[in-house]
């Protein structure tokens, strides 16, 4: 990663929509901690999940002009550099989130919660470069984080059947909740491969 990239991806995710949802994710968990015990712990992490969502969101502002004129890097470069740098401020908000949910309840989040989480994490990227990729907003960061926010307020009101939210952790309504989770990764990682492909390389 030349200094120019790195230079100019780093201004794109040291800014306050970057800095303040992680922040707040990161306060989330500390504030609530004394309440943990009554079965809160799953709110508080989806809470935690949804705010980290809306901070990598951020990771969708594109300082294309300043990287081109130092050094040409393809679209997907600098895409995948800027996440890269928000995934590196996310990922220690959302383990220690789950490590003092943990402590605070006694149980360890599964495999399956964290891929819940992972897949709601991902949302947001996946909107964000959605948006600055085929939307018009000149500051793609504001309407991808009002995105985010509708998209899990759906989640949470989604029936039974087909809910990533609330699900029952035993038997066969686990193990369908897993394939959705699992689903709605693999759709939100598509829609982000997809926007960071160069228009001009595409038919």
């Known amino acids: 990663m030349s200094q120019a990239l790195f230079a100019a991806s780093?201004?794109?995710?040291?800014q306050p929509t970057m800095l303040l949802p992680a922040g707040t994710a990161g306060l989330l968990a500390?504030?609530?901690?004394?309440?943990?015990?009554?079965?809160?712990?799953?709110?508080?992490r989806i809470g935690v999940a949804t705010l980290l969502a809306c901070a990598l969101a951020a990771t969708a502002e594109d300082p294309a002009g300043e990287v081109a004129a130092?050094?040409?890097r393809p679209r997907w470069v600098r895409c995948g550099a800027r996440l890269i740098f928000g995934l590196a401020l996310a990922v220690p908000v959302a383990i220690a989130s789950l490590a003092l949910?943990?402590?605070?309840?006694?149980?360890?989040?599964t495999?399956?919660?964290m891929l819940q989480t992972l897949a709601l994490v991902i949302v947001g990227p996946a909107v964000g470069f959605?948006?600055?990729a085929w939307g018009d907003a000149t500051q793609p960061t504001y309407a991808a984080m009002v995105g985010v926010l509708c998209i899990s307020l759906a989640l949470w009101i989604l029936p039974t059947g087909w809910s990533v939210i609330a699900v029952q952790p035993w038997g066969p309504p686990w193990q369908a909740a897993?394939?959705?989770?699992?689903?709605?990764?693999?759709?939100?990682s598509a829609i982000v491969?997809?926007?960071?492909?160069d228009p001009a390389n595409q038919r």
């Open 10 to 14: 780093w201004r794109v995710v040291a």
């Open 30 to 44: 500390l504030a609530t901690a004394p309440f943990l015990d009554g079965g809160n712990a799953d709110k508080v």
């Open 70 to 72: 130092a050094a040409p």
């Open 101 to 109: 949910i943990a402590y605070r309840t006694g149980v360890a989040p």
């Open 111 to 113: 495999g399956g919660l």
């Open 130 to 132: 959605g948006v600055w």
């Open 178 to 188: 897993l394939i959705r989770w699992a689903a709605l990764l693999g759709f939100t």
């Open 193 to 197: 491969a997809s926007a960071w492909r």
